[in-house]
């Protein structure tokens, strides 16, 4: 699911709007990077991930970047994506999150996010790769010392 919290405009769809990955109510499919002219910019949540992986591909190039994750720690991903409507930048940033909203102590409030107490240490695996020749990812498995991106 997808979760709109900040947007521009309604290509980016409306605050406090849910969707169902990756198409907002108006059609627009939030996965497909918007040009600068449309001077736009919006942060969503994607919510009740599926995996414990992400990617990012330009289809046209074939090729990305992914990564895993602990799905038990980082349990949502935060989108911000600014297509020339903030400062003029160009930009897509996709990040593993503890939860959501970004205040901590709304997210704590709606058990959505964890509490760290002191002396208790977290500790987790974080794998990243950059993958050449694939157009569409299906999964991103990490084993270990590899990482292996799977195309769809």
Known sequence: MGLVAQSSGSALGSVGEPYRWSTLPTGEDISRVLPFEADVFGGHYATELQG????????????????????????????????????????????????????WEEALAAGRTHRLLPNDPVEYTVSAAAYTGIERVSAIHSDGDKIRVLPR
């Open 52 to 103: 414990n992986w992400l990617a990012l591909t330009n289809t046209e190039k074939r090729v990305g970047f992914g990564m895993t994750f602990p799905a038990d720690i980082f349990h949502t991903l935060w989108i911000w994506q600014v297509y020339g409507g903030w400062r003029g930048l160009y930009q897509l940033a996709i990040e593993p999150w503890v939860g959501y909203p970004v205040r």
